[in-house]
């Protein structure tokens, strides 16, 4: 099974709304990101968040991060069509030296 | 833009082509990785080099060789390929690799479309 998996694997909302997607992990790591993918592109770093941390804000981005529960999530708050992407977390396992990605939620933003 | 450039953009090659995808990244990293992205599949680690020597080979068959001759630049060396190769293969660079103390974001090319005929 993945390190990390990103729930819901799509979701759909109207501009404007708030969306949440949320990333469950298996083990203990040494920091968590979030990571945007337009369709066939790179992906773009999101947001940074250490294990001694439990939330942190850029600009429209809210993410929390869970460390007993193994769970961390992703707001985006007044939500733009140009938000419309695919939205990777990727764990760093402690003592790994690699990224683990998840599968990610493909997000539309209809307007 | 993210500082990391990747060629070609899109490549179409036989089971028995030889052909190579260049990465390099503008950014002043220590660090430069090759993923591939398959339809349906979480991103797959492939390569890391760290300072120019390679560090993670995450069980790769051999028909991929990376090069890596300076900080700046990483190649993908491709060679009796299969289809089920085909795939987005991501360069990324950090300025530290991941699992040290100072890890930190990583920054993705655009990506090579792979296709093996």
């Known amino acids: 099974s993945q390190q990390g998996e990103e729930d819901p694997q799509a979701l759909s909302i109207q501009e404007g709304e708030n969306a949440t997607m949320n990333c469950s992990y298996k083990?203990?790591?040494?920091?968590l990101q979030w990571y945007r993918q337009n369709s066939g592109r790179g992906l773009v770093h999101l947001i940074l968040i250490r294990s001694n941390e439990r939330e942190k804000h850029s600009g429209r981005l809210r993410v929390t991060l869970d460390t007993s529960k193994k769970s961390s999530s992703l707001l985006i708050t007044a939500s733009r069509a140009a938000d419309t992407a695919s939205y990777f977390c990727a764990t760093e396992p402690q003592g790994a030296q690699k990224l683990v990605f998840g599968q990610g939620t493909r997000l539309t933003i209809n307007p | 833009e993210t500082g990391v450039t990747q060629t070609p953009r899109h490549l179409v090659m036989g089971m028995t082509n030889k052909k190579s995808l260049k990465c390099e990244q503008h950014l002043g990293h220590n660090a430069m990785y090759w993923y591939k992205q398959s339809a349906k599949k979480p991103l797959e680690l492939m390569f890391v080099?760290?300072?120019?020597?390679?560090?993670e080979n995450n069980s790769v068959p051999s028909r991929f060789s990376p090069e890596c001759p300076n900080s700046s630049h990483l190649f993908l060396h491709l060679h009796t390929l299969q289809p089920e190769d085909s795939a987005l293969y991501l360069c990324?660079?950090?300025?530290?690799?991941?699992?040290?103390?100072?890890?930190?974001?990583?920054?993705f090319g655009p990506g090579t479309r792979l296709t093996v005929l």
């Open positions: 080099y760290s300072l120019e020597e390679r560090v």
């Open positions: 083990t203990s790591i040494n920091n």
């Open positions: 990324a660079s950090s300025q530290e690799p991941s699992g040290s103390a100072w890890a930190d974001t990583q920054y």
